[in-house]
């Protein structure tokens, strides 16, 4: 299962000179997140893609507006 992740890229990996995968310190928490949007979710390996992709924009963006001290709950329209 990890294998696959990685091939399709929802995994961050990198092998090493004997081809053994080595991860970085946030893997865990990313493979647990997968896991709850595919099990929640019920979404298959190309829509897990898109969905971790939107979710970690949401999070620059979000960290931007509180770099900038603006509250997200806050619409910029009112």
Do not use: K, Q
Not at 11 to 38: C, Q
């Amino acid at each position: 299962m990890v294998r696959r992740l990685v091939t399709l890229g929802l995994l961050e990996a990198h092998r090493d000179a004997d081809g053994r995968l080595w991860f970085p310190p946030s893997a865990p928490l990313a493979l647990a997140r997968i896991e709850r949007l595919r099990a929640g979710f019920c979404l298959n390996y190309a829509s897990l893609g898109l969905v971790v992709e939107l979710l970690e924009r949401i999070a620059v963006l979000e960290a931007e507006l509180h770099r900038r001290g603006v509250r997200s709950e806050d619409p910029s329209w009112i």
